[in-house]
């Protein structure tokens, strides 16, 4: 029997792993890939952090500032999260797929590919990079182009020459358009008009509106940073967004007024949702209900890492980072100062 099973070896499940070491839990965390890096490891190179390097670490080190002086990239962090399990010798488990979470009296089951693990608690941070939301909108099947989600796209190249609509008015659709506008034909389509924090604001900005929005504050200030090459797509007047399309045809995209737009491929850079389907047999919906972390029907559950819903801004590493902390000491595993 093992105090605590943390599924998922990304950031959350690092900064959950650094405070259960500290409490001197009997812990293992099991992680699906064959290497650290999380979700990071498979974003497109040139993906940028929101906030500089001392403001975007894990409990216990501090991440290393770019050799370029400016935001993270994924690179960056892959390595730095490379460094921390290794720096802090956490038990992670890998490749190990975790296929279901059940109830067995007074413990929970987690049946892997790799054998099961009895575990007091266990703690979800699987993340959301498995599961890519595509919203449906009539037409979609009949499009002759190309269509693909933030996950699959890896530089502005296979567009080059091409006409491509972005849609998506959060910061992977403007960072996205900032780099496919330099080789394309580029259309940006959002649901409402997009926010950009002003220059001097970046993602610290964002996890503390975040965090205030819980204490009643309705202040907001916008949702994308500006980082350096957002800001040439603003100078270059390419960060422009036009409402969104109602249907889908075979040559491209169609608003409500008959107007159209013929397209070669279109870029959803529409989010995620929370990856869960491993705990589908613990029957608690399709939206779990929290205290916190904790799962309302099923106390010796904790989620941690999937964005505001289980702590603020709790998808960055900083804010996963802050929940991981409470996480551990609603558990009575209190870390030692």
């Known amino acids: 029997m093992t105090d605590v099973v943390v599924i998922g070896g990304g950031q959350a499940g690092l900064a959950a792993g650094y405070y259960l070491r500290r409490a001197k839990a009997d812990f293992v965390i099991l992680d699906a890939q064959a290497e650290p890096g999380g979700a990071w490891r498979h974003a497109w190179p040139s993906l940028r952090l929101f906030s500089p390097a001392q403001y975007s670490s894990l409990p216990g080190r501090m991440m290393p500032a770019p050799a370029d002086g400016g935001y993270p990239t994924a690179a ?4 730095y999260l490379t460094d921390y399990e290794h720096r802090y010798d956490l038990p992670i488990h890998r490749p190990v797929t975790v296929q279901a979470v059940r109830r067995s009296d007074d413990h929970l089951l987690v049946e892997t590919d790799r054998g099961t693990w009895q575990a007091r608690t266990v703690i979800s941070a699987t993340g959301t990079w498995q599961s890519p939301y595509v919203p449906h909108y009539p037409g979609m099947r009949d499009f002759q182009g190309e269509q693909l989600h933030t996950v699959n ?13 972005i849609v998506g008015g959060a910061n992977s659709g403007a960072q996205i358009l900032a780099e496919v506008s330099t ?3 580029t259309t940006w389509v959002t649901l409402r008009p997009p926010r950009l924090l002003p220059d001097d604001l970046d993602g610290r900005a964002l996890f503390a509106l975040a965090t205030n929005r819980l204490q009643g504050d309705t202040a907001d200030l916008g949702d994308i940073v500006a980082v350096p090459p957002v800001r040439d797509a603003r100078d270059r007047g390419v960060l422009k967004a036009e409402p969104m399309f109602s249907r889908i045809t075979p040559e491209g995209v169609a608003w409500p007024d008959g107007s159209s737009l013929a397209c070669d491929t279109i870029i959803w850079c529409t989010g995620f949702r929370p990856a869960l389907r ?10 779990i209900a929290v205290d916190g972390t904790r799962a309302i029907g099923e106390p010796r559950l904790h989620l941690l890492g999937y964005g505001d819903w289980t702590g603020p801004a709790s998808a960055t590493l900083i804010g996963a980072s802050r929940t991981a902390r409470e996480t551990v000491l609603r558990l009575g595993l209190a870390p030692r100062t």
Do not use: C, I, M, W
Request: no cysteine.
């Open 183 to 185: 080789v394309a034909d």
């Open 153 to 165: 796209y890896q530089g502005p190249e296979p567009f080059a020459g091409k006409r491509v609509v």
């Open 76 to 79: 960056d962090t892959v390595a």
């Open 278 to 287: 491993h705990l589908a047999p613990l029957k608690l919906g399709s939206n």
